[in-house]
């Protein structure tokens, strides 16, 4: 059964920093695409960050320069390093490793509880 367990979401200042981090277990984390992703209440959850099995890299383009996303194959970690945060970037912040043969803009796969993320002006 796969499991991804969330964490290192907050309150934190506008300019502020924060590093999420989704444990991941269940699946054979090294070759796994992994996503993080972001929800407003009522709104449709968005795409924040991708990582693909090899190691590219995406990122929704109003985030380019301000989120890194990174793995540990060894811990089996996916970690998502925000900074200079914004009012904007306040949401739930979801993991999400999508089911064998389905991409990361789907739905199919696992999700994590969600942490909590709120930037304060």
């Known amino acids: 059964q796969v499991q991804l367990v969330e964490s290192g979401g907050g309150l934190v200042q506008a300019g502020g920093s924060l590093r999420l981090s989704c444990v991941a277990s269940?699946?054979?984390?090294?070759?796994?695409?992994m996503g993080w992703y972001r929800q407003v209440a009522e709104k449709q959850r968005q795409l924040v960050a991708g990582?693909?099995?090899?190691?590219?890299?995406m990122y929704a383009d109003s985030l380019k320069g301000r989120f890194t996303i990174s793995k540990d194959n060894m811990q089996t970690t996916l970690y998502l390093q925000m900074n200079n945060q914004k009012p904007e970037d306040t949401a739930v912040y979801y993991c999400?490793?999508?089911?064998?043969?389905?991409?990361?803009?789907?739905?199919?796969?696992?999700w994590g509880q969600g942490t909590q993320v709120t930037v304060s002006s």
């Open positions: 999400h490793a999508p089911d064998a043969g389905y991409g990361l803009g789907s739905d199919a796969g696992s």
């Open positions: 990582i693909l099995s090899g190691g590219t890299t």
């Open positions: 269940g699946i054979i984390f090294s070759i796994n695409d």
